[in-house]
């Protein structure tokens, strides 16, 4: 990633008075965020009539649930300065594994086991990569996305696996209490987590600071190396988990499962105000752009917008959050000038 | 330096001629003259668009939405030809290149102007290219017996014994030679990825730089755009997915560093020829073509690593700034 932009960050940026702590939360990207999320909803309970009913509403959290938890280790991977695009083939393997296996008989946790360990085994490789070989993770997880997709391919060609055991269902299917899916828990208690390791632990803020100055990390006695590779693991874990839950929503593989989704996690991560330029970001704001897309497209939905055409807006919302903190910086920069 | 990129064209002849060697002991017809011309053919769109791509690394860019620029301009000149019967063929040309090249600028407006990465800008205007494609379709093939014969035909036509599609690869080849070796624009575009610092002291406005060679990227995509559909006769929203991959891994095999600044136009096209010889293989040796993804993926991973290590080897770092360079390599 780092060796692709060459934009360094401007140090004049930094102000110097920050101001009092409540005009910093209002003026947050996770605020504004969280006003474009109401606004959302708003809009939708007007344009559609059925949109506004608890069972509804739970359903839509589908939309987004999966991605998120990929989106949560995607946020500090690109913290970090790196990018995973192979996290969609890698739902992609682990599926086609757990397909495979569930045909020859094994039961719900050796599938799920199954899921997990592809996962992690697939982050272990990418991380070798990356952090021991000094790859550039851009182009690594270009390659290792069309490997992972590429086996399931060879493995499943144009068929597809169906036949799990009825009790696999429940991960993507089942409900903890009311309607709560399984899903839906599992995204909140993983927010938790995730938010904990990334802005509680030492390990947090050893990512960050790489992010930041990857050279003074090292200097500092940071492990970036072993940093890194802990990253991809937990993205390689993440999309694990995904696949389980994906799977055991859809009940069948086929080799194009999750295709494109790796656009999707990082348009997540990105509208969340983590900086894809690395060092900056936080995982509240990548809930609340899970929420956001997710009511974007559940929205589109209702108002019988095709899958192709959503996906320009995903597109358009992308590069619209990236370039708008640009300019209005670029605005603000010529005002004081 | 250059020594290291001779040896390393070379080496990659060497490999494609050991493959083809290897696949003719298996499958007698595959080494023929005419076997071979057909696999050139077969990979022309690819070293057009392989070209493209390569001129958009060398600035230290990348442009992933070569595949989904393909389908949105092959899908509006192929509708232009099927409503319009009688518009000149050369004119439906030419609003390919510009409908591609108008693409490829916006991406490089958006990379000069925002200063957005532009793996993000290209990851997001490959989903806007493509359903755009849908929007002006509304999801409808487009089909042979639509399109006229003329515009069916004309990559098709003999010349000299070979189709003119192969023609157009050969041509699009020099130019693109001619281009980066020989003009101001091809000098910028290495010292612009080579070493940004360095350009801008030596008045080379890099920013204008990258939106050229993504302008031409574009051109060269919509160019693709109209031979893909022509030679396949059909025009639909997903032509060619996933075929911005297979342009990334032609450079990448070709010893193009994806650092930016170092790679030759011989590189590029020997990379696209690789991957063309695996592909046209597979089928004759009896492998799944479903394995062809994986294939290439491998071939990219490998590549990467091979280029690190030769890039590494020829250590480029003339003074030390710092070691800075050296660690975050």
């Known amino acids: 990633m780092s060796d692709i932009v060459t934009e360094t960050r401007t140090r004049s940026a930094i102000p110097d008075r920050l101001g009092t702590p409540v005009s910093r939360l209002l003026g947050s990207w996770e605020v504004l965020l969280f006003g474009v999320a109401i606004a959302i909803f708003i809009a939708n309970s007007f344009a559609s009539p059925y949109f506004l009913n608890a069972w509804n509403l739970s359903d839509a959290t589908f939309n987004f649930t999966e991605k998120a938890m990929i989106a949560f280790a995607m946020a500090m991977l690109i913290i970090v300065g790196e990018i995973d695009l192979s996290v969609a083939a890698i739902i992609a393997l682990a599926s086609t594994a757990m397909g495979a296996a569930a045909q020859m008989g094994i039961g719900t946790p050796g599938l799920v086991a199954i899921g997990l360990a592809v996962g992690l085994v697939c982050g272990a490789i990418n991380g070798t990569l990356v952090s021991v070989l000094k790859l550039p993770s851009i182009v690594v997880t270009i390659g290792t996305m069309s490997l992972f997709r590429g086996i399931s391919y060879i493995t499943l060609g144009d068929k597809a696996y169906g036949k799990y055991p009825a009790d696999f269902a429940y991960f993507g299917q089942g409900y903890v209490v009311w309607v709560f899916s399984f899903e839906f828990v599992l995204f909140i208690a993983l927010a938790v987590i995730f938010g904990i390791i990334l802005h509680a632990t030492n390990f947090g803020r050893q990512v960050y600071v790489i992010g930041n100055n990857e050279f003074a990390a090292r200097f500092s006695g940071i492990p970036v190396e072993r940093v890194k590779f802990k990253l991809f693991l937990l993205t390689g874990l993440m999309s694990g988990i995904a696949a389980v839950c994906l799977t055991s929503r859809l009940g069948s593989t086929r080799p194009s499962i999750a295709q494109g989704w790796e656009l999707e996690v990082v348009t997540m991560v990105v509208l969340g105000g983590v900086s894809i330029l690395g060092g900056a970001g936080t995982i509240a704001g990548v809930v609340i752009a899970a929420f956001v897309m997710g009511l974007v497209t559940f929205g589109l939905g209702l108002l019988n917008v095709p899958g192709i055409v959503m996906s320009i807006f995903v597109g358009l919302l992308l590069i619209i959050t990236i370039a708008l903190p640009i300019v209005v910086r670029r605005i603000k920069f010529m005002s004081t000038k | ?329």
């Open chain 2, 1 to 329: 330096m250059k020594k290291l990129l001779k040896h390393r064209e070379l080496l990659l002849v060497g490999i494609i001629a050991i493959m083809v060697a290897g696949f003719a002991t298996r499958a007698p017809g595959f080494a023929t003259p005419g076997n071979l011309a057909n696999i050139f053919n077969d990979t022309s769109i690819l070293i057009i668009l392989a070209l493209g791509q390569m001129t958009v690394i060398l600035t230290k860019s990348i442009d992933l939405s070569v595949a989904a620029n393909l389908a949105f301009t092959g899908m509006a000149v192929a509708m232009m030809d099927a409503t319009y019967p009688g518009m000149p063929l050369a004119l439906l040309v030419i609003l390919a290149v510009g409908i591609g090249a108008v693409l490829g600028a916006i991406n490089g407006t958006l990379v000069w102007w925002l200063r957005i990465p532009p793996i993000v800008v290209t990851l997001g205007t490959l989903t806007i290219y493509r359903g755009m494609a849908f929007v002006l379709s509304g999801g409808a093939w487009v089909n042979s017996h639509q399109m006229t014969p003329g515009f069916l035909n004309f990559p098709r036509l003999p010349v000299l014994g070979m189709p003119l599609l192969s023609w157009m690869a050969i041509g699009i080849v020099l130019l693109m030679w001619v281009v980066l070796t020989r003009t101001q624009f091809g000098r910028a575009t290495y010292a612009s990825g080579g070493n940004p610092t360095a350009a801008v002291y030596a008045g080379i406005d890099t920013g204008r730089t990258k939106f050229l060679a993504f302008t031409l990227s574009g051109a060269l995509a919509g160019l693709a755009g109209y031979l893909w559909v022509s030679r396949y006769a059909v025009a639909y929203v997903d032509v060619a997915a996933g075929f911005e991959l297979d342009t990334v891994a032609a450079c990448v095999i070709g010893g193009i560093s994806i650092a930016g600044g170092i790679g030759s136009v011989a590189g590029a096209v020997l990379g696209a020829l690789f991957l063309g010889v695996i592909k046209n293989a597979l089928p004759v040796i009896g492998i799944s073509p479903f394995a062809q993804m994986a294939i290439s993926g491998i071939v990219i991973v490998l590549a990467v690593v091979f280029n690190a290590r030769a890039e590494r080897r020829a250590g480029r770092i003339i003074l030390r700034d710092r070691g800075a360079k050296e660690v975050s390599a």
